[in-house]
Structure formats: C-alpha cells, structure tokens
C-alpha cells in the first residue's frame, strides 16, 4: 500500500498476442500546481468556486484526479494538486491558462517512497 501522499498505484493486466497475460504496475504521477489570479480573474473573484468545478470536471474528462485544491493567503492565491498523466496534467494546465482568470506554476511531485526508489538508481 503507498503511503500518504504518494501517487496511485494500479496493477493492470493485459494479455498479448500470443494470448499470455501480463501484469504491471501504473504509477500515476502527482502534480502541485501554485496559482495566481490574473487581473481578469480577480474582477470576476465571485465565480471562482464555479471555475473551480469546471476545471475539476475538466480534469476528471482527461482522466486525472483532483487530490485537493485550497484557497490561499500570500504569495499564491490557490493550490491545486492532481494525480494522472504528465501529458493530461499539461494539457490541463495549458487550458486553464488560456482561459485567462489565472496563471500557474506546477511541479511534479514525488512522495518520500517514489524519491527512495529514484535515489536507488543513483550510480
């Protein structure tokens, strides 16, 4: 079982041409997105919490998982964090951007396990 804070784990089992069935693992990546409003975004502040659910279901569409998301005091004014595919976490995040309420800056993030197993691999 991965410990808090750590990306997904699936197991997927596929069967190949010659009709064996294979299992591996998926792990899914976690993404921290800090984010700011823009000028747009501020003025119409009110619909926030609805842009929010769009991006939320925005998000669900392209087969990632809002982990959580909060409203902030200070240098940022919201944090987002996702789990999923690192080519559907930017296709969110490049849309989002463009819709012009926000500007974003987002990390891959890696659990203490995930850090251990990359670490291992050092020569």
Do not use: C, W
């Not at 591996?24 to 502040?45: C, E, K, P, V, Y």
């Not at 909060?70 to 490049?94: F, K, S």
């Amino acid at each position: 079982m991965p410990e808090a804070g750590s990306a997904g784990i699936f197991d997927i089992t596929t069967i190949d041409d010659d009709n064996l069935i294979q299992q591996r693992r998926l792990t899914m990546a976690t993404f921290i997105s800090l984010t700011n409003f823009t000028d747009q975004g501020i003025r119409n502040i009110k619909e926030s919490p609805d842009r929010f659910g769009a991006v939320k279901a925005m998000a669900e569409k392209l087969g990632l998982t809002v982990k959580s998301f909060y409203y902030t005091v200070g240098q940022y004014d919201m944090v987002l964090v996702i789990e999923g595919n690192e080519d559907a976490a930017t296709t969110l995040m490049v849309k989002v951007a463009s819709l012009g309420n926000v500007r974003t800056q987002t990390m891959r993030a890696h659990s203490v396990d995930e850090m251990r197993k990359i670490l291992d691999k050092m020569p």
